[in-house]
T-cell receptor
Framework: DSGVTQTPKHLITATGQRVTLRCSPR?????VYWYQQSLDQGLQFLIQ???????AKGNILERFSAQQFPDLHSELNLSSLELGDSALYFC????????????????FGPGTRLTVL | GQNIDQPTEMTATEGAIVQINCTYQ??????LFWYQQHAGEAPTFLSY??LDGLEEKGRFSSFLSRSKGYSYLLLKELQMKDSASYLC??????????????WGAGTKLIIKP
């Protein structure tokens, strides 16, 4: 158990809908990262937040957005869902902001499996 | 561009040794990570190399050559539970990207009795 929690574990929805995925980082971790992993694909970095502020953006679609709240939990919002959005969505956390001196090991949550029908 | 290459799939026998290679071409380098991921589960950290050489941790070892853009993960005394995907990730060295991890597609390791 990494200490990172994600809800829900599974989500089934229809095209065009909107969903929200939730993540709570490990106690004391200030950075939260979101990743997408499609079937048999590698991890695609979406976005990072550090202490409530957006820190870095990866391959995140405009239909997707995220935020980190004062209690450090984070939410990933996916809207106008398409069949291709079906994937495992992982949240990871780390202690630092990701500066060059940081060790930056990331601890992953169990993921949310999103199925768009 | 940024590119990380790993073999897609490897097969090995229980009790044997296997080496999983990772080569990278990135615009900057600030460390290389290996993660293990069982099917449908979260990746878990295995090792971190930032200097050249071999890091040993129990049955797993990881090697890095920065001049060659090359790393390998060595798994000894293979067990059935080692069947998983092994992900290589390079930490970018650019402040603009916030030193993000660039991930390889992973190597699926199949262990046979």
């Amino acid at each position: 158990d990494s200490g990172v929690t994600q809800t829900p574990k599974h989500l089934i929805t229809a095209t065009g809908q909107r969903v929200t995925l939730r993540c709570s980082p490990r106690s004391g971790d200030l950075s939260v990262y979101w990743y997408q992993q499609s079937l048999d694909q590698g991890l695609q970095f979406l976005i990072q937040y550090y202490n409530g502020e957006e820190r870095a953006k990866g391959n995140i679609l405009e239909r997707f957005s995220a935020q980190q709240f004062p209690d450090l939990h984070s939410e990933l919002n996916l809207s106008s869902l398409e069949l291709g959005d079906s994937a495992l969505y992982f949240c990871a956390s780390s202690p630092g902001r990701g500066e060059i001196a940081d060790y930056n090991e990331q601890f992953f949550g169990p993921g949310t499996r999103l199925t768009v029908l | 561009g940024q590119n990380i290459d790993q073999p897609t799939e490897m097969t090995a026998t229980e009790g044997a040794i296997v080496q999983i290679n990772c080569t990278y071409q990135t615009s900057g380098f600030n460390g290389l990570f290996w993660y293990q991921q069982h099917a449908g589960e979260a990746p878990t950290f295995l090792s971190y190399n930032v200097l050249d050489g071999l890091e040993e941790k129990g049955r797993f070892s990881s090697f890095l050559s920065r001049s060659k853009g090359y790393s390998y993960l060595l798994l000894k005394e293979l067990q059935m539970k080692d069947s998983a995907s092994y992900l290589c990730a390079v930490r970018d060295a650019h402040r603009d990207s916030n030193y993000q991890l660039i991930w390889g597609a992973g190597t699926k390791l199949i262990i046979k009795p």
